[in-house]
């Protein structure tokens, strides 16, 4: 017997949940070019939405990419330079004092990772290349305990 495997794209609905997803950057991105492919209506309504809110740029970006293709004539938004999370110094505090005194940045990142992987994601996102820097930083300068 023979099977074919048929693979069926992706819905409007399954797109835009995953384009709202909070903990992952990539597969909003991911999201946000398949969304351009539908070029419809909805498509672009929920692509404008996310090049003007979502918290990390490089989805932003994707998401005015997608529009111009569609034909949207549209204006990147400006990069803001905000707390991408309320509070998060507070969130990366607490992260630290559940580390036991002397652990490594390494061990602080990886525990950030597992508690909060939303807030380790956007801004590793929103970071780039800097965001072993940043975080370092701010590990840094968090009182040890």
């Given at each position: 017997m023979n099977e074919e495997i048929v693979e069926l794209a992706p819905t409007v609905d399954e797109l835009k949940k995953a384009a709202n997803g909070a903990a992952n950057w990539e597969e909003r991105v991911r999201a946000v070019e398949e969304l351009g492919k539908l070029n419809d209506k909805q498509a672009i309504g929920i692509l404008t939405r996310i090049m003007a809110n979502d918290s990390v740029y490089k989805v932003q970006e994707a998401a005015f990419q997608a529009l111009k293709e569609c034909g949207e004539d549209v204006e990147m938004p400006p990069r803001?330079?905000?707390?991408?999370?309320?509070?998060?110094?507070?969130?990366?505090?607490?992260v630290k004092?559940?580390?036991?005194?002397?652990?490594?940045?390494?061990?602080?990142?990886?525990?950030?990772?597992?508690?909060?992987?939303?807030?380790?994601?956007?801004?590793?996102?929103?970071?780039?290349?800097?965001?072993?820097?940043w975080l370092e930083?701010?590990?840094?300068?968090?009182?040890k305990k």
């Open positions: 803001k330079e905000r707390e991408l999370f309320k509070g998060v110094n507070k969130i990366l505090l607490r004092k559940s580390l036991p005194v002397g652990h490594t940045f390494e061990e602080f990142k990886e525990k950030l990772k597992k508690m909060r992987v939303d807030v380790y994601n956007t801004y590793e996102g929103d970071k780039g290349a800097d965001f072993d820097k930083g701010i590990w840094a300068s968090t009182p």
